[in-house]
């Protein structure tokens, strides 16, 4: 079984920044690429950001400039820089991995963490 802990949320006032790290830890051959993902009561889970093993990374339009994904693959590790923080970044992230075990792909979620950004 493969489990993704996430840390690094809380409060922050606007302008600040905060670092998001998730780890995975487990049996598996390899983490085929790393995402954040961000979601507000009531809404839809949304895209942050994505990186996928020899690919650029991708950001949403409302991120873009200001949060950086990064991954330290030897210590199993997704990162979410976030500068610049507005209100509306309030959400809860949670970091999502595709993980090759034998032949086949899994997607694993986080259990998410809270990130308050105040006006």
């Known amino acids: 079984q493969v489990q993704l802990v996430e840390s690094g949320g809380g409060l922050v006032q606007a302008g600040g920044s905060l670092r998001l790290s998730c780890v995975a830890s487990g049996r598996f051959f390899s983490i085929n690429a790393m995402g954040w993902y961000r979601q507000v009561p009531g809404k839809q889970r949304d895209l942050v950001a994505t990186?996928?093993?020899?690919?650029?990374?991708n950001y949403a339009d409302s991120v873009k400039g200001r949060f950086t994904i990064s991954r330290d693959t030897a210590k199993n590790t997704a990162y979410l820089q976030m500068n610049s923080l507005k209100p509306e970044d309030t959400a809860v992230y949670y970091c999502r991995f595709q993980v090759r075990i034998g032949v086949r792909e899994y997607d694993y979620w986080g259990q998410g963490t809270q990130v308050t950004v105040s006006s």
């Open positions: 990186i996928r093993t020899g690919d650029t990374a």
